[in-house]
């Protein structure tokens, strides 16, 4: 009935699958896990525990797909019609997850729920200080926020589909860099009016990255913005950055936006990686980013 499907890199899944495991033991449902190891570096010995969980399999890649081939991947080698797609740095806030996305199958006619993201109240050491903010701020939303707007808060680290609304829209495989896979699949379910229904079910999401590594993969995500709507593939019309960007285009003024990038990074840069981030100048950082790269590359 339901497949649960987890890519990996570089973290330890098992207390995740451990965890979700016995809560759908205590189902009877016909269920199965499937993790695929995406060429981590690290944590294969303790990954390999998987091979001995029941009902779950575990696949090791030898070269790294990334994030849309990978979930892809996942969906062809299942065996159910419903779809839980799990991180495999989340861990469910309650035991009852699996229980609230059964009751959804059974007693809804939607096709695709939402759980949600929380973080934990205790604040993390300075070296993690942002991306936990950022999570806090951005990330954790309420479900009656989500509903009023479902397709601006989704995530792929925690959301159940059916098989056949996947296979209508699938992972843009195109996109080979970091960042907005996310965002281009929910943009085609809008676009092909597919419902999103937000529930509260959330996840914790506990693997933090350094406020350096989550600096570099956001210059990263916007990189690949620009590339995937420059090349037509990405619309973004939910997505701030992309809208205000295109006003300055409009206005001819981000050239003034990029200087502002070239002056005042280092200053950004200094709060952003320190133990107090503001996520407004995190925002004005994105924005004169994306104004940069675009006069640097002349990519729009």
Known sequence: MISVLIPIYNYNAVTLIAFILEQLQNTDIQFEIICINDASTKFSFENNELKKFKNTQLINLDKNIGRSKIRNLLVEKSAYNWLLFLDADVLPKEPTFIKKYIECIQKSEDKVFVGGIVYSKNKPEKDNMLRWVYGKKREEISVEKRNYKPYQYVSGANFLINKSIFNHIKFNEKINKYGYEDV?????????????????????????????????????????????????????ENLKLLRTFKILKTLKITWFFAEGYNVFH???????????????????YKLTYLCFINTKYKSI
């Open 184 to 236: 281009l699949f929910v943009e085609e379910l809008k676009i092909k009016n597919f419902k999103i229904t937000q529930i509260n079910n959330p996840v914790y999401h506990l693997g933090l990255e350094t406020n350096s590594i989550f600096l570099a993969k956001t210059k990263e995500g916007i990189e690949n913005l620009l590339r995937l709507n420059s090349s037509q593939i990405l619309k973004g």
């Open 266 to 284: 280092k200053y950004f840069e200094n709060n952003l990686l320190g133990k107090t981030p503001s996520l407004f100048l995190l925002d004005i």
